[in-house]
């Protein structure tokens, strides 16, 4: 019997989202980098750009974008997959990773599909 073994040695490396924001603190400008199903987010620095996490996401990402609410010290993330499932994410220091808030799914529950028209 014929066994087949595959594996992957090189991460993603085409960019599908990114998006700039203060994510960590309001001082920090960071950069949020998404390639396929991996998100990198990287310190921008006077001399280029310093890694600070990755994580995975299942899915493919294709868009984010930031915003900050009222009274709040750091931007927070929302992410758009390709199945059109919504997340709202949140850099929290103390576990240095980014925590869900909420999710959600944006799909026509009927399955129509738009035509453009109002």
């Known amino acids: 019997m014929a ?13 599908t989202a990114s998006v700039s924001g203060y994510f960590v603190n309001q001082t ?37 974008a930031a915003f900050r609410k009222k009274n709040e010290n750091q931007d927070f993330l929302i992410m758009l997959t390709s199945c059109l499932n919504i997340s709202i994410l949140v850099y929290s220091s103390s576990e240095n990773t980014f925590v869900t808030l909420c999710t959600g799914c944006l799909k026509d529950r009927l399955r129509r599909c738009d035509e453009g028209e109002p």
Not at 3 to 11: D, F, K, M, S, V
């Open 28 to 64: 920090e400008l960071n950069l949020l980098v998404a390639k396929y199903h991996r998100v990198e987010m990287f310190k921008v620095a006077e001399k280029g750009l310093n890694p600070i996490i990755q994580f995975s996401v299942y899915g493919r990402v294709t868009n984010m």
């Open 3 to 15: 066994l087949n073994y595959i594996a992957t040695c090189q991460g993603p490396t085409s960019v």
